[in-house]
Nanobody, 122 residues
Framework: QLQASGGGLVQPGGSLRLSCVVS????????IGWFRQAPGKDRDFVAA??????YYSTSVKGRFAISRDNAENTVYLQMNSLKPEDTAVYYC???????????????????WGQGTQVTVSS
């Protein structure tokens, strides 16, 4: 089970930190990804973390940072320098230790959280 939280309304240039609390399995055994979906658009890959690495989409690289706390079984997405185009529902998802070619593919993730709304607007 995955529980995402931390969304909200923020002004352009602001920051938010999303959390994804995982239960029922170990972070060491799964790749945890963040995806986002804006109204009328496809669900897009944002970032992923696994035991030995991290990966970001080009649209967020340098602005967002993904991390994890194994003791708390939680994955975080720190989002800085937010832009209006970052507005979307953000989802965390888990897939069993994915290979690099599958990291950004939503269909490779077995478990999904409920989503948290992020709105960037002045």
């Amino acid at each position: 089970q995955l529980q995402a939280s931390g969304g909200g309304l923020v002004q352009p240039g602001g920051s938010l930190r999303l959390s994804c609390v995982v239960s029922g399995f170990s972070l060491d055994d799964y790749t945890i990804g963040w995806f986002r979906q804006a109204p009328g658009k496809d669900r897009d890959f944002v970032a992923a973390i696994w035991r030995s690495g991290k990966y970001y989409s080009t649209s967020v690289k340098g602005r967002f940072a993904i991390s994890r706390d194994n003791a708390e079984n939680t994955v975080y997405l720190q989002m800085n320098s937010l832009k209006p185009e970052d507005t979307a529902v953000y989802y965390c998802a888990a897939g069993p230790n994915l290979i690099m070619s599958s990291i950004a593919s939503a269909e490779r993730y077995n478990y999904w959280g409920q989503g948290t709304q992020v709105t960037v607007s002045s």
